[in-house]
């Protein structure tokens, strides 16, 4: 069974760091593009970054670039965020999604309906 599940959120200052995890299961990643999305209550999910098969194209939310970095390591299967630099408008639920597809990390950051695997998320919440 094919299978991503989100760990790492949780309740940090305005400021501090966080590294999310996304661990997948019943398939190999590096055969796939991989997507971070956060979803805040009242908001649209948005991309925060993805990174194309082969890594060669990766993206970042405007919102997010210098601060967060995307990273896979596909010997264990997992894929990062680490995000530092938190602000409070940084929190939100956060998915990874998958898709076996060959399109940048910008194109599936834009088009997160194209994603086809998806985890069921992790919370941040960024409060002093």
């Known amino acids: 069974q094919l299978q991503l599940v989100e760990s790492g959120g949780t309740m940090v200052q305005p400021g501090g760091s966080l590294r999310l995890s996304c661990a997948a299961s019943g398939f190999t990643l590096d055969y796939y593009a991989i997507g971070w999305f956060r979803q805040a209550p009242g908001k649209e999910r948005e991309g925060v970054s993805c990174?194309?098969?082969?890594?060669?194209?990766?993206y970042y939310a405007d919102s997010v670039k210098g601060r967060f970095t995307i990273s896979r390591d596909n010997a264990k299967s997992t894929v990062y965020l680490q995000m530092n630099s938190l602000k409070p408008e940084d929190a939100a639920v956060y998915y990874c999604?998958?898709?076996?597809?060959?399109?940048?990390?910008?194109?599936?950051?834009?088009?997160?309906?194209?994603?086809?695997?998806w985890g069921k998320g992790t919370l941040v919440t960024v409060s002093s």
């Open positions: 990174i194309s098969r082969g890594d060669t194209r990766t």
């Open positions: 999604a998958a898709i076996h597809g060959s399109f940048s990390g910008s194109y599936y950051c834009h088009n997160y309906n194209k994603m086809y695997y």
